[in-house]
């Protein structure tokens, strides 16, 4: 009996941890959601996830300025002849087996692999452990749902496991701006918007603060719901000067 409880200890000790990776949404505004991932242990290689909306529908996908997940495997055909056609969304199509019914309804089915050589240091087309990986416009005020799609591979790791992940949901709206800070909706962050802020903030009550409306959403930095000090303070760090002309560019 010792000798079994011995080897079970060297078991557990030799096998690895387990890998994951979690999914989080965030709401830019605009109709905009973003969706991001962490990985732990293990740097995933590819997902298939299924994205839906309890509300209207799903009209567009963006990868701009996104992890290199930039392998379509739903979108790439390879005829008889050798040669390959790659329509070059991740998007999969909705006749697909276990795809769903794609842009302009309440779901689609994303895949999206990387394409690297792990011994290869530095590589941009390597991912990082944490970063976007896609963007979805809706078309109107909705929950948005991730899942991972068993039928299309969930979500494969770089030793070609397939790792934990669970569902998540989240909400979008048209209701805030997509870049905090940007008052005057020039696309940059400037010290004119922080004269903006300043000045909605000029004390008709001893506490500083500001109930927020859908025309000052963008200075609400903390996403409190108010327009305080704190907003100002960050908008300040923000613009602490890199640059001698005080200016940084919305993502």
Do not use: H
């Not at 496991?161 to 940007?182: E, K, N, Q, R």
């Amino acid at each position: 009996m010792k000798k079994l409880l011995l080897v079970l200890a060297v078991m557990l000790m030799t096998v690895p941890a387990m890998a994951a990776v979690s999914i989080t949404g965030q709401d830019l505004g605009g109709f905009v959601g973003a969706i991001d991932y962490t990985s732990t242990g293990v740097l995933p290689r590819a997902f298939a996830l299924d994205i839906t909306v309890d509300a209207g529908t799903i009209v567009d996908v963006d990868v701009t300025d996104c992890q290199p997940f930039n392998i379509y495997m739903g979108t790439i055909q390879i005829a008889a002849d050798g040669s390959v056609t790659d329509a070059g969304s991740p998007v999969a199509p909705a006749g697909d087996p276990g795809a769903l019914g794609g842009l302009g309804t309440a779901g689609i089915t994303v895949e999206m692999g990387s394409l690297y050589d792990a011994a290869v240091s530095p590589n941009p087309a390597k991912p990082s452990a944490a970063g976007r990986l896609i963007k979805i416009t809706v078309s109107e005020n909705c929950n948005v749902t991730v899942a991972s799609n068993t039928t299309r591979g969930n979500v494969v790791l770089e030793d070609a496991s397939i790792a934990t992940m669970s569902p998540i949901t989240f909400a979008v709206t048209g209701g805030i701006t997509a870049c905090l800070g940007d008052m005057d909706g020039d696309g940059w962050i400037t010290l004119d918007d922080l004269n903006l802020v300043v000045n909605e903030l000029l004390p008709t009550d001893p506490d500083w603060y500001k109930e927020i409306t859908p025309e000052i959403a963008a200075g609400d930095m903390d996403a409190d719901g108010w327009l305080t000090l704190d907003d100002l303070n960050l908008v300040v760090n923000l613009l602490l000067p890199t640059d001698p002309d005080w200016y940084v560019e919305c993502p």
